[in-house]
């Protein structure tokens, strides 16, 4: 199994930052992805990196403003979020999976509690 333990999430004013962690243990994997679902809709991708290729990929809502990066020696995938705007209020969860990078729900494996962020206006 695959342990992920999300923290950083809080509440921000529309144009601050945060950075979440997203602490890994357990067995090896391949790929690390974000993912938020905001009240009442249902969750999607966010950004995700290949832990060994560092390939990494962003949701279009996201690109530009958000950075995904990993500390090997932690075990922990960052995800640095800039320009926040109201829209990107969300519980966001980090997830794993044995394959390359994917930017679908359904092929992450391991998800992790999630990280309440509030980005008021």
């Known amino acids: 199994q695959v342990q992920l333990v999300e923290s950083g999430g809080g509440l921000v004013q529309a144009g601050g930052s945060l950075r979440l962690s997203c602490a890994v243990s357990g067995r090896p994997f391949r790929s690390l992805g974000w993912f938020r679902q905001a009240p009442g809709k249902e969750r999607e991708f966010v950004a995700a990196?290949?832990?060994?290729?560092?390939?990494?990929r962003y949701a279009d809502s996201v690109r530009g403003r958000f950075t995904i990066s990993r500390d090997n020696a932690e075990n922990t995938v960052y995800l640095q979020m800039n320009r926040l705007s109201p829209e990107d209020t969300a519980d966001y969860y980090c997830a794993s999976r044995d394959g390359v990078t994917s930017p679908y729900e359904i092929d992450y494996k391991y998800w992790g509690q999630g990280t309440q962020v509030t980005v008021s206006s």
């Open positions: 990196i290949n832990w060994n290729t560092d390939t990494i």
